[in-house]
C-alpha cells in the first residue's frame, strides 16, 4: 500500500509528487495520458509559486522558461487606462516578481522529470481513474486498464471535470459567473501592438503587462507569455457561435489590430465558459480534492492554477505529518476550512472584476471607466491573496496566517539557507523539538527578519513549511499552541478567537 496516491500530472499533481518525494513517503501518481499535453492551457503564477517550487527542490528546472512581468493593466472603453496594477519599483519582500507567464507543456515536462530523483515515487502514466473504494485502511483506486492501486491517501487533482469528484457525489457551489471566451495563442516575432491606448503610466512597459481591454464593443486580454508565446482571450457577444469563432478567418480578423504587420502563427484557437464554482466537499474519508477538482476561478487576476499549487502545498506537511505519526488524521480536517475561504474571496474578487470587464452597454461602460478612475486603485493583483483565517493558526496573534517574507541571506533566498519545515525566528534562544530555530542575529539578511519583528512588535515569529505565519509573540507560548493545535486541542486563546 501506497502512503499516497496522486490523480493527474498536470502540474498541481506533479508539485505535489515533488513536495512529498521529498519527504520520502512511498507516493504513487496515475495519469492516463503518457506525455503532458502539447498545448498552452494556463500561463500564469505568482512569486509564491516561485516560493513553493524552491521548496520542491525544482526551482533551478523552471526558473529557466519563466518570463518575469510587470503586472496588469485594465484599459476602459476610451481606450484609456482605468485600473494599474503595476509591480515596477515597489518592494519584494519576498524576492521574486510578482508576476511570470510561462508555457505549460515545458512546465509539466520540467516537474515529471524531476521525479525521476525519487525512488519512493511510482508513475503510472497511460491508465486513468476509473473507480474507488473505501474502507478504515485507506482507499483502492479501479484504473481504466483493470489494475488496482492501493494507498491510504488519495489526492484528486483531475481537474474540472474530475471524475473523482463525480465518483465521490461532490456538488459544486456556483458563484453565478459564465461566460464565453475564445482563447487564441500565438508565436509572435515582434512586438504587440496597442492601437489608440492613451494615459498608460510612464512607468508601464505594454509588452510586460497582461492588458485588459474593458471595451464594451469586444472586452479582449492580451497576456505577455514566455519567449515569442502571447495570448488573447476575447469574450464572446450574444449571438456568436463557438466553432465559427473557432475559424482561421476570425481569428486572424480579431487578432489583426494587435498583430498587424507583425511576423506570427497561431498556435491553437479554443473557446471556455469562464466559470466561478467551488466544491461543496474538499475531503471525503482518504480523498482531497484540489485545484480544478476542487474550484474553477475565471481567469482576471491569473490565479487559477495558483490555488491549485497552494492546495497541494497545504496538504503535503500535513500529509507528511499524519503519516509518520507526528499528528492525528484529524489534522487533514483543517484543509478546507484554510483553503476554501482563501479560494473564495480571490475567486469573488476576480467574478467583481469579470463584471465590470464584461459590460457590453456602452453607457454603463463609460460610467464604470468614470467611477474607477475617480477611485483610489492601489496595489497589485499579489495583494489579493488574504492571510489565512482559520485553522492552524495562532489566532490573535501578529501576523496569524500572512504569507512571510523571503528576504537575500548572504546574497541566497532566506529559504534556501534555512530549510524548509517549521521554523522559529526569535531573538530568544529556545529549546524546540520538530521545530528549526533560527536566532535573527545570526541572518546576514540587512535586518529584514528583525524589521519584521519590531514592525510586528514581537519576540519571535514562527512559520509554516508552507511559509505562512503562525504566529508571533513568545516563544515558548508559539510551540505550546502549535503543539496543541496539531494535537487537536483547541487552546483559550483559540476558544475565544
Same mark, same amino acid.
Given at each position: 500500500?501506497?502512503?499516497?496516491?496522486?490523480i493527474?500530472?498536470?502540474p498541481?499533481?506533479?508539485?505535489v509528487?515533488?513536495?512529498?518525494?521529498k519527504t520520502?513517503?512511498s507516493?504513487?501518481?496515475?495519469?492516463?495520458?503518457?506525455?503532458?499535453?502539447?498545448?498552452?492551457?494556463a500561463?500564469?503564477?505568482?512569486?509564491?509559486? &516561485?516560493?513553493l517550487?524552491?521548496?520542491a527542490?525544482v526551482?533551478?528546472r523552471?526558473?529557466?522558461? &519563466?518570463?518575469?512581468?510587470?503586472?496588469?493593466l485594465?484599459v476602459?472603453?476610451?481606450?484609456?487606462?482605468?485600473?494599474?496594477?503595476?509591480?515596477?519599483g515597489?518592494?519584494?519582500?519576498?524576492?521574486?516578481?510578482?508576476?511570470?507567464?510561462?508555457?505549460?507543456?515545458?512546465?509539466?515536462d520540467?516537474?515529471?522529470?524531476?521525479?525521476a530523483?525519487?525512488?519512493?515515487?511510482?508513475?503510472?502514466f497511460?491508465?486513468?481513474?476509473?473507480a474507488l473504494?473505501?474502507?478504515g485502511?485507506?482507499?483502492?483506486?479501479h484504473?481504466?486498464?483493470?489494475?488496482?492501486?492501493?494507498?491510504r491517501?488519495?489526492?484528486?487533482?483531475d481537474?474540472?471535470?474530475?471524475a473523482?469528484?463525480?465518483?465521490?457525489?461532490?456538488r459544486l457551489?456556483?458563484?453565478?459567473?459564465e461566460e464565453?471566451?475564445?482563447?487564441?495563442?500565438?508565436?509572435?516575432?515582434g512586438?504587440?501592438?496597442?492601437?489608440?491606448?492613451?494615459?498608460?503610466p510612464?512607468?508601464?512597459?505594454?509588452?510586460?503587462l497582461?492588458?485588459?481591454m474593458?471595451?464594451?464593443?469586444?472586452?479582449?486580454?492580451?497576456?505577455?507569455?514566455?519567449?515569442?508565446?502571447?495570448?488573447?482571450?476575447?469574450?464572446?457577444l450574444?449571438?456568436e457561435?463557438?466553432?465559427a469563432?473557432?475559424?482561421?478567418?476570425a481569428?486572424?480578423a480579431?487578432?489583426?489590430?494587435?498583430?498587424?504587420?507583425?511576423?506570427?502563427?497561431?498556435?491553437?484557437?479554443?473557446t471556455?465558459?469562464?466559470?466561478?464554482?467551488?466544491a461543496?466537499?474538499w475531503?471525503?474519508?482518504?480523498?482531497?480534492?484540489?485545484g480544478d477538482?476542487?474550484?474553477?476561478?475565471?481567469p482576471f487576476?491569473?490565479?487559477? &492554477?495558483c490555488?491549485?499549487?497552494?492546495?497541494?502545498?497545504?496538504?503535503?506537511?500535513?500529509?507528511?505529518?499524519?503519516?509518520?505519526?507526528?499528528?492525528?488524521?484529524?489534522?487533514l480536517d483543517?484543509?478546507q476550512?484554510?483553503?476554501d475561504?482563501?479560494v473564495?474571496?480571490?475567486?469573488?474578487?476576480?467574478?467583481?472584476?469579470?463584471?465590470?470587464?464584461? &459590460?457590453?452597454?456602452?453607457?454603463?461602460?463609460?460610467?464604470?471607466?468614470?467611477?474607477?478612475?475617480a477611485?483610489?486603485?492601489?496595489?497589485?493583483?499579489?495583494?489579493?491573496?488574504?492571510p489565512?483565517?482559520?485553522?492552524i493558526?495562532?489566532?490573535?496573534?501578529?501576523?496569524?496566517? +500572512?504569507?512571510?517574507?523571503?528576504?537575500r541571506?548572504?546574497?541566497?533566498?532566506l529559504?534556501?539557507?534555512?530549510?524548509?519545515?517549521?521554523?522559529?525566528?526569535?531573538?530568544?534562544?529556545?529549546?524546540?523539538g520538530?521545530?528549526?530555530v533560527?536566532?535573527?542575529?545570526?541572518?546576514?539578511?540587512?535586518g529584514?527578519?528583525?524589521s519584521?519583528?519590531?514592525?510586528?512588535?514581537? +519576540?519571535?515569529?514562527?512559520?509554516?513549511?508552507?511559509?505562512?505565519?503562525?504566529g508571533?509573540?513568545?516563544?515558548?507560548?508559539?510551540?505550546?499552541?502549535?503543539?496543541?493545535?496539531i494535537?487537536?486541542?483547541?487552546?483559550?486563546? +483559540?476558544?475565544?478567537?
Open positions: 500500500m501506497f502512503d499516497v496516491a496522486i493527474g500530472c498536470g498541481v499533481g506533479a508539485l509528487a515533488n513536495l512529498l518525494g520520502g513517503r507516493v504513487v501518481v496515475i495519469e492516463r495520458e503518457a506525455e503532458p499535453y502539447p498545448l498552452p492551457r500561463v500564469h503564477l505568482d512569486h509564491e509559486m &516561485m516560493r517550487f524552491q521548496s527542490g526551482i533551478d523552471v526558473a529557466g522558461d &519563466m518570463r518575469d512581468t510587470e503586472g496588469h485594465h476602459g472603453a476610451d481606450h484609456g487606462v482605468i485600473r494599474y496594477m503595476g509591480t515596477v515597489r518592494p519584494r519582500p519576498f524576492s521574486w516578481s510578482n508576476d511570470y507567464f510561462f508555457y505549460q507543456p515545458e512546465l509539466e520540467h516537474l515529471r522529470q524531476a521525479l530523483a525519487y525512488p519512493n515515487v511510482t508513475l503510472r497511460g491508465a486513468g481513474f476509473a473504494d473505501q474502507d485502511d485507506g482507499v483502492t483506486l484504473l481504466s486498464d483493470g489494475a488496482t492501486v492501493q494507498a491517501y488519495v489526492i484528486a487533482c481537474g474540472s471535470r474530475s473523482v469528484r463525480k465518483a465521490l457525489g461532490i457551489d456556483d458563484l453565478g459567473f464565453p471566451w475564445l482563447v487564441v495563442d500565438a508565436e509572435v516575432d512586438a504587440v501592438r496597442f492601437p489608440d491606448l492613451h494615459g498608460v510612464d512607468a508601464a512597459d505594454l509588452q510586460k497582461s492588458v485588459m474593458c471595451d464594451p464593443r469586444r472586452p479582449a486580454t492580451v497576456v505577455p507569455g514566455r519567449g515569442n508565446h502571447r495570448r488573447w482571450e476575447f469574450m464572446l450574444p449571438g457561435d463557438d466553432q469563432m473557432m475559424q482561421p478567418d481569428v486572424a480579431l487578432v489583426a489590430p494587435y498583430l498587424d504587420g507583425v511576423p506570427h502563427r497561431i498556435v491553437r484557437a479554443a471556455y465558459r469562464f466559470h466561478g464554482l467551488i461543496e466537499q475531503r471525503s474519508g482518504g480523498v482531497f480534492l484540489a477538482a476542487a474550484h474553477q476561478t475565471p487576476f491569473g490565479q487559477g &492554477m490555488h491549485g499549487l497552494r492546495d497541494v502545498a497545504n496538504l503535503a506537511w500535513k500529509l507528511d505529518m499524519v503519516l509518520g505519526g507526528d499528528a492525528p488524521d484529524a489534522l483543517s484543509y476550512p484554510e483553503r475561504p482563501h473564495r474571496a480571490v475567486i469573488s474578487a476576480a467574478v467583481a472584476a469579470g463584471r465590470y470587464i464584461c &459590460m457590453l452597454d456602452p453607457d454603463a461602460a463609460a460610467d464604470r471607466d468614470a467611477r474607477m478612475r477611485a483610489t486603485q492601489q496595489g497589485t493583483a499579489a495583494d489579493l491573496i488574504a489565512i483565517g482559520t485553522g493558526i495562532a489566532f490573535g496573534s501578529e501576523g496569524a496566517g +500572512e504569507r512571510f517574507i523571503q528576504p541571506v548572504g546574497g541566497r533566498l529559504d534556501d539557507v534555512t530549510g524548509g519545515g517549521w521554523r522559529l525566528f526569535t531573538r530568544q534562544p529556545v529549546a524546540a520538530g521545530v528549526t533560527v536566532p535573527v542575529e545570526t541572518l546576514d539578511d540587512g529584514a527578519v528583525a519584521w519583528l519590531l514592525l510586528h512588535g514581537t +519576540e519571535a515569529v514562527l512559520v509554516r513549511p508552507d511559509h505562512y505565519v503562525f508571533a509573540g513568545a516563544p515558548a507560548d508559539l510551540l505550546a499552541r502549535r503543539d496543541a493545535l494535537a487537536g486541542v483547541r487552546t483559550r486563546q +483559540e476558544a475565544a478567537a
